[in-house]
């Protein structure tokens, strides 16, 4: 049990710090069985032979590739394959052929010739055949097939293999492309990173940089260059955002190296949804991925902490493209959902309420509850009344009321709260919007005495703003002007007369123009645009009733 409990223990080890590769004095071919097996390099040729009758089922043929490294001096190791190959003996087999073809390389054969005599005495017996003179890259895709020779059709093995990148821990002290150990700090106050580069390779300088993982790294504008003879590799780097694709991207400056990436924001997802974006002009809502990512959009309507109800036809798969909505009803429950293959994530831009363009309440008239719309903008509406099924839920009514709002303007449907029975709702939705939450106003109750239970403006609110404060302003100027006048009459009168009789009658006029009976100073302020677009939003739409169940 114990050997058992230490071989896990050493298996999760290996799993958690990668395999070790193996490392070889020089490249060559070997057979097992006591075989000399002549190796040399040969052509695929893309005509097979036809098997001889029965051959299929008498030949096998296994194979497993692995990296191996051949290192001349410290830091100066390079990659071979070493392919491993069974085959079950057979008397039309004469021998084995590995052939590998990667990306941008030609391709290229080994062949491995048994014995004569061996063949006949081995038949029907398993040989091992080993090769590691295959040379790699670093990070390389390589295609590895093994077949018979004489190449016989359909008795061959083929597999992909990917050779380590410069990520894995001995290519980083081995391979010159690779060595260099990107280690980190970071200083989330100063958006700064400070990296540090260990086992750098020893002749050449180093590089470092931040950027945007996709398809390709593309770079922020951050750089470094480490020297190689500066005993401190270190340097910091600042960073905008920490989203999941930056990355620190480090190189040797050697001829086509390999680029390390160690990114530190990898799991930081949340950072992503944070670009929403509103066009109030246009009715628009926006969103564009900062990093390269498989996502699905789609707009919802906010029921709950965790429930957000797609809309029809509103979901939108992107990867690195800007997702556009166009003519969106900015009310507190429309929402945006992001969905990966991991997770979801719901963003509320309008949350806030400073984007809500339109508002239900109630008020009494001639003794009877009745229904007020008002708006910021010129929405069509559709208002109906129905029956509360759920707490976000209602049940359909036929009667539906279209009809426009102006802007500042309050209006009164043709609905009567004599048309609603018990459980009543009113249920409203743009018209006029290609994306629109369908919103439940609920448990409307009037005032005992007769009168609304909160005060409703109307159009005659607004123009007593707009009208009133200029004409106070207005009286002020002329009032002001007239005592101006006043004042130049006076010393106009005081020049024709002389100067002592100016001087009484001035001493006169200052004496009945005494602090008691002066006419007093007004004054005004006017709003500024941004007091107007404080009391709009504090006043117009106080007066709507919200229902508390729905957020």
């Known amino acids: 049990m114990r050997s058992v409990v230490l071989l896990l223990l050493s298996l999760c080890s290996c799993l958690s710090h990668g395999y070790r590769i193996q490392t070889i004095q020089q490249c060559g071919s070997h057979c097992n069985q006591g075989l000399h097996c002549k190796t040399k390099p040969d052509l695929s040729f893309p005509q097979c032979k036809k098997p001889p009758k029965g051959l299929q089922d008498n030949v096998s043929l296994n194979m497993s590739v692995s990296t191996v490294m051949k290192c001349e001096g410290r830091q100066q190791c390079s990659l071979f394959l070493q392919v491993r190959s069974t085959l079950l003996m057979n008397e039309h087999v004469k021998g084995v052929s590995i052939c590998t073809v990667a990306a941008g390389v030609m391709e290229r054969c080994r062949t491995h010739t048994f014995p004569k005599g061996a063949v006949k005495r081995l038949s029907t017996q398993q040989v091992e055949i080993q090769d590691n003179c295959f040379e790699v890259a670093v990070g390389q895709i390589v295609h590895v097939t093994l077949k018979t020779s004489p190449e016989f059709c359909h ?259 043709n609905l009567t709260f004599n048309m609603c029975g018990q459980n009543c709702c009113i249920q409203a939705k743009r018209a006029d919007v290609k994306y629109a939450p369908t919103i439940l106003h609920c448990d409307f109750k009037s005032s005992p005495t007769g009168e609304a239970p909160f005060p409703v403006p109307s159009s005659s609110h607004w123009e007593a703003v707009w009208i009133v404060a200029p004409a106070v302003g207005l009286l002020t100027a002329l009032l002001v002007a007239l005592f101006m006048l006043g004042i130049a009459l006076i010393i106009a009168q005081c020049a024709t007369s002389g100067y002592s009789r100016s001087k009484s009658f001035i001493a006169d006029s200052v004496k009945s123009s005494s602090p008691q009976k002066a006419l007093p100073r007004i004054y005004y302020n006017y709003p500024t645009h941004q007091d107007t677009a404080n009391f709009e939003n504090k006043n117009l739409l106080n007066w709507a009733k919200k229902d508390s169940t729905i957020v």
């Open 155 to 413: 008795l061959s093995v083929s597999k992909m293999y990917n050779v380590p990148g410069c990520n894995h821990a001995d290519l980083q002290k081995n391979v010159p492309e690779c060595i260099g150990e990107i280690t980190y700090q970071l200083d989330s106050e100063k958006k700064a990173l400070s990296v540090s580069v260990s086992n750098m390779l020893e002749s050449t300088d180093y590089n470092l940089r931040l950027c945007h993982k996709g398809y390709f790294c593309r770079g922020t504008g951050a750089y470094a260059l480490l020297k190689k003879e500066e005993p401190v590799k270190n340097v910091t780097l600042q960073y905008a955002r920490p989203l999941p694709c930056l990355c620190i991207e480090g190189w040797s400056s050697v001829f086509d190296a390999p680029r390390v990436q160690v990114c530190p924001f990898k799991n930081n997802m949340e950072e992503l949804w944070s670009g929403v974006a509103f066009d109030s002009v246009e009715q628009m809502l926006s969103w564009e991925p900062a990093c390269q990512t498989d996502v699905v959009v789609t707009l919802c309507q906010r029921s709950g902490e965790e429930i957000c109800e797609n809309l029809a036809n509103a979901s939108k798969s992107v990867s690195k493209t800007k997702v556009l909505f166009s003519t969106v009803d900015p009310h507190p429950q429309l929402c945006m959902k992001f969905t990966t293959k991991t997770a979801t994530w719901i963003k509320c831009p309008f949350a806030g309420g400073g984007f809500t363009a339109w508002d239900i309440g109630v008020v009494m008239e001639n003794g009877k509850t009745q229904l007020l719309v008002t708006s910021k903008s010129r929405p069509t509406l559709l208002i109906s009344f129905c029956r509360r099924t759920g707490p976000s839920a209602c049940e359909e009514n036929k009667d539906v009321i279209t009809f426009n709002v102006e802007k500042y303007q309050s209006v009164v449907p």
